[in-house]
């Protein structure tokens, strides 16, 4: 099983959903780096459970316990393990799925690949439970990111039909970047907020689920980072991205909207500022050919609607081979979009540090 990504910087995420515990093991961070803790434990809280009625209602308090890599506060070189346990699970929820898999989850290939014995209680390894792990490791590498002027941001872009503003993927100000993750619902504009509560509460009312996408992006980058043709910014970063739970696409500038546009609308014509090279508009979205070009990196990720709804659904009883219906009973998120939003700046975080270690820049 592959749970691991990262080249300088490697990252392994390990754990079920309702085992002992959710762990991380990060390779590679530089030596003396500063960790607030208070920082982090915020980041954390923005991907937390049982926040809020538009969420699920687990209740974890998310509390990371470093077992290597760090002392006093600071990172020391060697590996980096933590963990966050598993508190509030209700393992009898998930009764019925180990013989009827839910449609539209891996419960039904994870009974296939691993020939029914793994362990799928509240989806076992393949859990959004696995992004909080994932969030300590890529929560620090914000930190580290920080402190040498590049920034990493997201919002929810959408959810349903409702849509919030967009970042400037031209002159886009490290503080508009970051506002998103300060506010208690993140997007940029607060009438989308109003909107969006509104097409989750409505699918939450129907006993349904509703997807989104999330819109992330990078500011301070240097140019000429990433190697053509599979080692390159995009490639990394969709490769890691996707093993985000409920990722279903991403893309990056204008992405799929460049296949309606002519050549003179796509271009980004090249400028001289300040005595930097930079483009007065940014369709590519800060890459050309895998490489990093010195302008804001932009991607975005399409998150599925949650499979896990209270709806009668037609499955099959794997036990009989026969058809049957399938009322999933438990605590679900209506739309998973709304906490995914820190787990996508997490990796993008962990790929551009690793990134900057491959060019000698950290």
Avoid: W
């Avoid at 296939?112 to 909080?132: K, V």
């Avoid at 993927?169 to 907020?193: H, I, M």
């Amino acid at each position: 099983m592959s749970s691991s990504f990262g080249k300088q910087l490697k990252v392994s995420v390990f754990g079920q959903s309702h085992g002992r515990a959710v762990g991380v093991n990060v390779e590679g961070l530089p030596a003396g780096e500063t960790v607030d803790m208070e920082e982090l434990r915020a980041f954390l809280g923005r991907r937390a459970p049982g926040r809020g009625k538009l969420v699920t209602q687990r209740r974890e308090a998310d509390e990371p316990v470093f077992l290597s890599g760090l002392e006093e506060g600071r990172t020391c070189g060697f590996p980096l393990a933590a963990i966050i346990e598993n508190t509030d699970t209700r393992s009898s929820d998930y009764k019925t799925m180990e013989r009827i898999p839910r449609p539209g989850h891996a419960d039904f290939t994870a009974f296939l690949r691993y020939g029914g014995q793994a362990d799928m209680r509240g989806g076992g390894h393949f859990s959004g439970r696995l992004t909080a792990p994932l969030c300590i490791a890529g929560g620090i590498a914000k930190q580290v990111l920080a402190r040498r002027g590049v920034y990493v941001g997201a919002h929810l872009l959408s959810v349903g039909k409702a849509r919030d503003a967009s970042f400037d993927p031209v002159e886009l100000a490290a503080e508009t970047l970051l506002g998103p993750g300060r506010r208690s619902f993140p997007v940029l504009d607060e009438n989308a907020e109003r909107a969006m509560t509104m097409e989750i509460q409505a699918a939450k009312d129907v006993c349904d689920s509703v997807g989104g996408v999330v819109e992330c992006a990078a500011v301070g980058l240097p140019a000429g980072m990433g190697d053509p043709m599979f080692d390159g910014v995009e490639n990394q970063l969709a490769a890691a991205l996707f093993g985000i739970p409920a990722v279903k696409g991403v893309e990056f500038g204008a992405g799929f909207a460049a296949a309606q546009m002519r050549g003179s609308q796509n271009n980004d014509p090249f400028t001289v500022k300040n005595g930097q090279i930079l483009t007065t508009t940014n369709n590519a979205g800060g890459a050309l050919g895998g490489i990093t070009t010195g302008m804001p990196l932009i991607l975005r990720t399409a998150i599925k609607p949650t499979p896990s709804i209270a709806q009668k659904q037609r499955s099959v009883d794997l036990g009989t081979g026969e058809e049957a219906e399938l009322e999933i009973k438990g605590r679900h998120d209506p739309c998973i979009a709304l906490r995914a939003v820190p787990c996508v700046e997490a990796v993008t975080a962990l790929v551009i540090l690793d990134l900057l270690l491959q060019a000698g820049r950290v």
